[in-house]
């Protein structure tokens, strides 16, 4: 079993950036993929980033390539979303999820067996 909890969501301005983390605990951190999912109001679910168990390589949307960063810290089983400049379309729930059957990360939502609760990222224009 594996717990996630984000944190770090909120409301900020256009142009504005966001630091996301989730805590992981139960199964051995440092041995599997991970990602970053985000649904908004009335949309599906959609990749953000993944990103592979030592930190390379990382993956991300072409919405979001060269504004984010996704890292991972296995001392302290952190995951984190670094977002800068931040718009209005970048509003969604977040959602960090492992992929505990394989060591690097993928884009598909459906490879994941663990997700949290989701934080609320909200830009205002």
């Known amino acids: 079993q594996v717990q996630l909890v984000e944190s770090g969501g909120g409301l900020v301005q256009a142009g504005g950036s966001l630091r996301l983390s989730c805590v992981a605990s139960g199964r051995t951190f440092r041995t599997y993929g991970l990602g970053w999912f985000r649904q908004a109001p009335g949309k599906e679910r959609e990749f953000v980033a993944a990103?592979?168990?030592?930190?390379?390589?990382?993956y991300y949307a072409d919405s979001v390539k060269g504004r984010f960063t996704i890292s991972r810290d296995n001392t302290k089983n952190l995951l984190y979303l670094q977002m800068n400049s931040l718009q209005p379309e970048d509003t969604a729930v977040y959602y960090c999820a492992a992929d505990t059957k394989r060591s690097w990360g993928s884009s598909e939502g459906s490879a994941y067996d663990y997700w949290g609760q989701g934080t609320q990222v909200t830009i205002s224009s």
């Open positions: 990103i592979s168990w030592n930190g390379v390589p990382t």
